[in-house]
T-cell receptor, first 112, second 111 residues
Framework: NAGVTQTPKFQVLKTGQSMTLQCAQD?????MSWYRQDPGMGLRLIHY???????DQGEVPNGYNVSRSTTEDFPLRLLSAAPSQTSVYFC???????????FGSGTQLSVL | SQQGEEDPQALSIQEGENATMNCSYK?????LQWYRQNSGRGLVHLIL?????REKHSGRLRVTLDTSKKSSSLLITASRAADTASYFC???????????FGQGTRLTINP
């Protein structure tokens, strides 16, 4: 039972490049979410999904896109990377937003 | 803006002492959760307390919730060096399907 798997662990991008952060869970959780963590800012919610085919915006959605075609996967796309998107990104899943979340180990992203 | 605010931002105590962290939030909630994050790692769930509960225990952890004051506290008793981590509270506002985190308390246990 792998839990929540995020790839890659580290990534360096140039401004304007696009990329996809992968997130997969094997716990059959309906709820999945993406957070970014910046020093002194705690975790901020980017996007979340309450089930396959359903996504919604969190606190800081601009510059990011998500889709949920399967229960297991919830990729996060950076459309045109900017230095302000340098952060650590965490994916999480749970049975619902009002239940405990299981977190992946994070992706450290640097945008130059 | 973030829903929860932890206090203090940083706390340093001696091993064996008790550590208390506080969390305040702004809107009515379904429940409040506490998470721990070791340096460079993902968050780990510690405890969930529902809005109709006032106190909950799990091992050396005690969580209280005061919905009238919109606040919660996390008490770690008999602290150990392994408790050194950042601790976050998180809330899901009523009617919302999203869990919002505070900025965290950085706890250091000195041997």
């Amino acid at each position: 039972n792998a839990g929540v798997t995020q790839t890659p662990k580290f990534q360096v991008l140039k401004t304007g490049q696009s990329m996809t952060l992968q997130c997969a869970q094997d716990m059959n959780h309906e709820y999945m979410s993406w957070y970014r963590q910046d020093p002194g800012m705690g975790l901020r919610l980017i996007h979340y999904s309450v089930g396959a085919g359903i996504t919604d915006q969190g606190e800081v959605p601009n510059g990011y896109n998500v889709s949920r075609s399967t229960t297991e996967d919830f990729p996060l796309r950076l459309l045109s990377a900017a230095p302000s998107q340098t952060s650590v990104y965490f994916c999480a899943s749970g049975r619902g937003a009002n239940e405990k979340l299981f977190f992946g180990s994070g992706t450290q992203l640097s945008v130059l | 803006s973030q829903q929860g605010e932890e206090d203090p931002q940083a706390l340093s105590i001696q091993e064996g002492e008790n550590a208390t962290m506080n969390c305040s939030y702004k809107t009515s909630i379904n429940n409040l959760q506490w998470y721990r994050q070791n340096s460079g790692r993902g968050l780990v769930h510690l405890i969930l307390i529902r809005s109709n509960e006032r106190e909950k225990h799990s091992g050396r952890l005690r969580v209280t919730l005061d919905t009238s004051k919109k606040s919660s506290s996390l008490l770690i008793t008999a602290s150990r060096a392994a408790d050194t981590a950042s601790y976050f509270c998180a809330t899901d506002a009523k009617g919302a399907q999203k869990l919002v985190f505070g900025q965290g308390t950085r706890l250091t246990i000195n041997p």
